[in-house]
């Protein structure tokens, strides 16, 4: 499915809002055409959802420029039709191609982010971990700058890249002293937030009474990857107290799992403080 946040972003960068007043028509019909193509690839109506797309390309040709933004556009449109198809190779070619022309296109910071998000999470489905890992800290980056703290899209883009990492770390065999083996072909890992200014981070040898996570069921059996990013306080006891999940993958697979473990461990009150907000990303990782 089409997301309008990054061509909502785009459209306020400058070249693209010259074509609008040069040829507004023609870049209605643009946004029209993947509009519609969206609707067709809801009801898996393929070929009509290519011919939407391909309508947008002529007409974007046929204003007869270079105007990187509203290309990347229609590239992001063609990544998401191979989304909705899980032809996840094709969507990396075109949400890639998607990225350089935000950037050629001088794109703002959000659409930066979001260009790099996208590319990251089909990145991500297509076994290309690398790939995704670096999509992601890019866009980590950007919307430390772009979006506030309390936007959930920054808060998962962080859940994301600690997600890509720890798949880097599984198929390279890699396993620090921060994630749990499970054994040799699925962890958990616990990581900080790469986002400093999100909240602060205890590290592992600052609890007390260590946490005790385990794999839900229901993705233990399916080998589900995913994600919990998990913000919280500590009580002068050093207890779990104020516990928010920000932000989780896939749905609430893993949410009950985290809080019941994270909430049965305790901090060593010498090494964190409290009333302080610290955030930890607990990431599943299954072969």
Excluded: K
């Amino acid at each position: 499915m089409v997301r309008g946040l990054l061509i909502s972003a785009c459209l306020l960068a400058a070249p693209v809002t010259s074509v609008w007043a040069q040829a507004p028509d023609q870049v209605a019909s643009i946004d029209a055409a993947i509009a519609e193509a969206d609707r067709q690839a809801d009801r898996r109506r393929w070929n009509n959802a290519e011919e939407a797309l391909r309508g947008a390309r002529a007409t974007y040709q046929a204003l007869g420029g270079d105007y990187p933004l509203i290309e990347a556009r229609i590239e992001t449109a063609w990544s998401d039709y191979y989304r909705d198809r899980e032809h996840w190779n094709d969507a990396v070619a075109h949400a890639a191609l998607a990225f350089e022309l935000t950037q050629e296109g001088g794109g703002e910071a959000e659409a930066l982010g979001n260009a790099a998000y996208d590319l990251g999470y089909v990145a991500y489905r297509s076994g290309a971990n690398r790939q995704a890992e670096r999509a992601f800290q890019f866009a980590v980056e950007q919307y430390r700058t772009a979006l506030p703290t309390e936007s959930s899209r920054r808060w998962r883009a962080n859940g994301w890249l600690e997600l890509a990492r720890s798949a880097i770390i599984l198929y390279r065999g890699d396993v620090n002293e921060d994630a749990q083996q499970l054994n040799n072909y699925r962890f958990l890992n616990m990581t900080a937030v790469a986002d400093p200014d999100l909240a602060g981070w205890l590290p592992l040898d600052g609890w007390a009474e260590r946490m005790s996570i385990g794999i839900p069921y229901t993705a233990h059996v399916n080998e589900i990857d995913g994600f919990v990013v998990l913000r919280l306080q500590f009580r002068e006891d050093g207890r779990p107290t104020n516990l928010e999940i920000v932000s989780s993958y896939p749905g609430d697979v893993f949410d009950d799992s985290v809080l019941t473990g994270v909430g049965n461990g305790r901090a060593d009150m010498s090494v964190a403080v409290p009333g302080t907000t610290y955030a930890v990303v607990v990431t599943f990782v299954q072969e």
